[in-house]
């Protein structure tokens, strides 16, 4: 079975920096794409950063040009660098990872973190 743990979160100040942390536990699988939603107060689920098992990314227009998503293959473990933070960043932000199969890749379900709080001060 395949565990997510993040780490990173916290209270900062706008302008300020965070950086999340997200390892992937377990054996017998492998890791296809990776990313972070977050849950915002009175919004829906969105989707942050998503990053592909060949390193290619993707950001929410909202996110673009303040956050960087990053991936250790070795370690399967995502981050998300969170700069010039903003209020409207606060949130809960859960991780997830595509698992397939260890031979052929084939897709076998999409594992995700507990979350983590962020918090951003105005």
């Known amino acids: 079975q395949v565990q997510l743990v993040e780490s990173g979160g916290g209270l900062v100040q706008a302008g300020g920096s965070l950086r999340l942390s997200c390892a992937a536990s377990g054996s017998g699988f492998r890791i296809a794409d990776m990313g972070w939603f977050r849950q915002t107060p009175g919004k829906q689920r969105e989707l942050v950063a998503h990053i592909a098992s060949g390193g290619s990314t993707n950001y929410a227009d909202s996110v673009k040009g303040r956050f960087t998503i990053s991936r250790d293959n070795a370690k399967n473990t995502v981050y998300l660098q969170m700069n010039s933070l903003k209020p409207e960043d606060t949130g809960v932000y859960y991780c997830?990872?595509?698992?397939?199969?260890?031979?052929?890749?084939?897709?076998?379900?999409?594992?995700w973190g507990q979350g983590t709080q962020v918090t951003v001060s105005s």
């Open positions: 997830y990872a595509d698992i397939t199969t260890t031979q052929f890749m084939l897709p076998l379900s999409r594992a």
